[in-house]
């Protein structure tokens, strides 16, 4: 992706926009208010899905006539560019030219708003690496004029960045965009995942696995944001709090899970969350026989299915002869917080 010449040309169309402005009488009425938004939040696993959505709202007192969105396609800058793929629009309009997304609507009236949904698949796989997914664009107004640019509204705070999850740097997180709930459920498969490589520095593998969603057609969201943070810090209560916790968030339509979220509540049903844990890292010998969730001891589902935090469906031992010995833990629960054993 040629990043230079994609901000030449903002830059240009911003300068054309404001000569414009200078030399139209009306052009006092066309101004806007636009935002953005990126869902799970500031990071995403590599291979999962993540959403943008963009507004812009007409401020001023004419109709906007000929409006476009460009939205560029995120990509990683070095060493190699890593791009992002278009997954699903919100408008059939919108279409993938060269690097970038252009939507295109006929009128916007004064007090309007346009939103523009745009779900992506992040790159298959690399390293982790901080603010190196990075997307910008702009709105413009045409009028008619299939050559002259009358009005340009960039994406506000500038060029958004956000984390790749992968590589050793973050085996411990993961974060993604669920479109699709009741998958398969299996270790390190489901909606979200983290490693299964278990070490000592690493010896907790977490894996959510939503229940069955339907989003309503109208809704600006296709899904859910979704996290997991393999945390050190020891919990109040737990048999083994040498293993720290996993923290599991999926949040409400439209947030992304951070501090202030709603979570989203299941209700008469569950996610189904598997975790593996690495013997060696367990102090004693006494194996994992408790789940705690949200500081609550998990009763058996067949004992309680209906406890407010959920229940735990099975403790699998290691097989035997395995090497390495590995806990499976299988529970269920209606909502969001933090796990251990």
């Known amino acids: 992706m040629n990043r230079t010449r994609w901000r030449l040309l903002v830059a240009c169309l911003a300068a054309i926009g404001a000569a414009i402005a200078v030399a139209g009488g009306s052009a006092g009425n066309r101004t806007a208010d636009v935002t953005f938004q990126f869902l799970p939040g500031d990071s995403v696993t590599y291979g999962e899905n993540f959403y943008t959505k963009t507004t812009i709202k007409n401020l001023g007192s004419s109709m906007f006539t000929q409006l476009e969105l460009h939205h560029q396609i995120p990509a990683t800058e070095d060493p190699i560019p890593?791009?992002?793929?278009?997954?699903?629009?919100?408008?059939?309009?919108?279409?993938?030219?060269?690097?970038?997304?252009?939507?295109?609507?006929?009128?916007?009236?004064?007090?309007?708003?346009?939103?523009?949904?745009?779900?992506?698949?992040?790159?298959?796989?690399?390293?982790?690496?901080?603010?190196?997914?990075?997307?910008?664009?702009?709105?413009?107004?045409?009028?008619?004029?299939?050559?002259?640019?009358?009005?340009?509204?960039?994406?506000?705070?500038?060029?958004?960045?956000?984390?790749?999850?992968?590589?050793?740097?973050?085996?411990?997180?993961a974060a993604g965009y669920e479109i699709e709930g009741g998958l398969e459920c299996e270790a390190g498969e489901g909606n979200l995942h983290t490693s299964t490589e278990l070490t000592s520095a690493d010896p907790v593998s977490s894996t959510v696995c939503l229940p069955e969603f339907t989003v309503a057609p109208e809704s600006f969201a296709f899904g859910y944001s979704s996290a997991i943070t393999e945390v050190s810090a020891r919990p109040a209560k737990g048999s083994h709090k040498e293993l720290g916790q996993s923290v599991v968030c999926v949040a409400a339509l439209g947030q992304s899970c951070v501090a202030g979220h709603t979570s989203v509540v299941w209700g008469t049903t569950k996610a189904r969350h598997i975790f593996l844990i690495l013997e060696s890292a367990i102090n004693g010998s006494s194996g994992i026989n408790k789940v705690y969730h949200n500081g609550a001891e998990l009763p058996l589902c067949s004992v309680n299915p209906t406890f407010a935090q959920g229940c735990v469906v099975d403790i699998i031992p290691p097989a035997e002869g395995s090497d390495p010995r590995v806990w499976t833990v299988i529970a269920d629960a209606p909502t969001n917080g933090p796990w251990n054993w």
């Open 82 to 173: 890593q791009v992002a793929t278009l997954a699903g629009a919100s408008s059939a309009s919108c279409a993938t030219q060269v690097n970038e997304v252009v939507c295109t609507f006929d009128q916007l009236p004064a007090g309007a708003t346009l939103t523009v949904s745009l779900l992506w698949d992040a790159p298959a796989s690399g390293a982790g690496c901080t603010a190196c997914l990075k997307t910008d664009g702009f709105w413009f107004i045409k009028e008619r004029k299939s050559t002259n640019l009358n009005e340009f509204f960039p994406f506000p705070d500038g060029e958004f960045s956000a984390t790749l999850l992968g590589g050793d740097a973050s085996k411990r997180k």
